[in-house]
């Protein structure tokens, strides 16, 4: 009796959660192309534009190479809601002034925000966000969040640190703030709002 009992209370609990769901396809939504070599594969979603980013890596010799040499340039695609480019911007030129670490572009209240990375002079490495504006793709502000103290290491150390390095950026549960923290790659934690 208690069998039944149970298994007619768990046919009508699972019937009575059940749910429905529908799915529309858009248009083939591709980024890739191969003059992109390295890009990243999330898209940001701005009004009714895409954005990405490209990046471009400098090549270091085995036997030379070190975390402060890792050097990226980076550009900003810009594609409509058929995913045709429409433009694209290099950040501060051509050059390879940022890294060692990736950068992060998302989307908070409406606005496009860059978080990215570059060594200084006294060999730490600044954590930087910048407002890019969507029309134009061009920086707007540009606002110096973190140093990490990292030592210089030699290829394996230089590895382990782009690797373990953590840049978590997540909005709060209201949406009306964000969270930014850093770790990993040393014994340090950072966090803003």
Same mark, same amino acid.
């Not at 900003?76 to 290099?90: L, T």
């Not at 110096?144 to 590895?159: D, M, P, S, T």
């Given at each position: 009796?208690?069998?039944?009992?149970?298994?007619?209370?768990?046919?009508?609990?699972?019937?009575?959660?059940?749910?429905?769901?529908?799915?529309? =396809?858009? %248009?083939?939504?591709?980024? #890739? @192309?191969?003059?992109?070599?390295?890009?990243?594969?999330? !898209?940001?979603? *701005?009004?009714?534009?895409?954005?990405?980013?490209?990046?471009?890596?400098?090549?270091?010799?085995?036997?030379?190479?070190?975390?402060?040499?890792?050097?990226?340039?980076?550009?900003?695609?810009?594609?409509?809601?058929?995913?045709?480019?429409?433009?694209?911007?290099?950040?501060?030129?051509?050059?390879?002034?940022?890294?060692?670490?990736?950068?992060?572009?998302?989307?908070?209240?409406?606005?496009?925000?860059?978080? =990215?990375? %570059?060594?200084?002079?006294? #060999? @730490?490495?600044?954590?930087?966000?910048?407002?890019?504006? !969507?029309?134009? *793709?061009?920086?707007?502000?540009?606002?110096?969040?973190?140093?990490?103290?990292?030592?210089?290491?030699?290829?394996?150390?230089?590895?382990?640190?782009?690797?373990?390095?953590?840049?978590?950026?997540?909005?709060?549960?209201?949406?009306?703030?964000?969270?930014?923290?850093?770790?990993?790659?040393?014994?340090?934690?950072?966090?803003?709002?």
């Amino acid at each position: 009796m208690k069998q039944t009992l149970t298994a007619l209370f768990l046919f009508v609990f699972c019937i009575g959660n059940a749910q429905t769901t529908s799915i529309n =396809y858009s %248009k083939k939504f591709a980024l #890739k @192309s191969s003059d992109i070599v390295n890009f990243d594969p999330n !898209p940001v979603r *701005l009004g009714d534009g895409w954005f990405n980013l490209e990046l471009g890596h400098n090549a270091q010799l085995a036997y030379t190479a070190t975390l402060k040499n890792v050097r990226l340039s980076i550009t900003i695609n810009k594609y409509d809601a058929d995913m045709k480019s429409v433009k694209s911007a290099a950040l501060h030129g051509k050059g390879k002034e940022f890294g060692p670490f990736n950068p992060q572009l998302i989307e908070f209240h409406d606005r496009l925000l860059l978080f =990215y990375y %570059k060594v200084i002079e006294d #060999k @730490s490495i600044q954590l930087s966000m910048c407002v890019i504006d !969507p029309a134009t *793709l061009d920086e707007k502000e540009n606002i110096e969040l973190y140093n990490i103290v990292e030592r210089n290491g030699w290829l394996f150390k230089a590895g382990d640190a782009i690797l373990n390095n953590r840049l978590i950026v997540s909005k709060s549960a209201d949406g009306n703030r964000l969270m930014v923290g850093q770790s990993g790659n040393t014994d340090e934690l950072f966090s803003c709002e």
